[in-house]
């Protein structure tokens, strides 16, 4: 029985050796706007027009949502709202979460964008 010239044994397989140098994209979104752009940065490393185009869809889907919100509760009366992120010790919501209290119609006085 004859052998294949074109076979590759598992020896040489571990000789070979590939280099991957990663890319490190920081995203820290501190309001509701900057959630949506991370969308575009993530995207935008990836390189592929699809996925690009895909992000684009994704963000104007979302966009429509909260519009669509804050038609539904325009003009209606503001309730409090208390946005607790964490209970032990008690830690209130930041970030966007303040951004998505206002869409919603709520008033937040314990957090702050940011």
Not at 5 to 10: D, G, R
Not at 37 to 50: E, S
Not at 56 to 65: A, F, L, R, S, Y
Not at 76 to 84: D, E, G, I, N, Y
């Amino acid at each position: 029985s004859s052998t294949s010239s074109s076979s590759t044994s598992s020896s040489s397989m571990q000789d070979e050796k590939t280099t991957v140098f990663p890319k490190v994209i920081s995203m820290e979104p501190t309001n509701l706007q900057d959630v949506m752009k991370t969308f575009h940065v993530a995207a935008a490393a990836l390189g592929r027009d699809d996925i690009k185009e895909r992000a684009e869809q994704v963000t104007k889907d979302i966009q429509m949502g909260l519009d669509v919100i804050e038609k539904a509760v325009e003009g209606r009366a503001r309730p409090k709202v208390a946005f607790l992120e964490w209970h032990a010790p008690f830690f209130s919501g930041g970030h966007w979460i303040p951004d998505m209290l206002d869409t919603a119609g709520g008033q937040k006085d314990m957090c702050k964008t940011g």
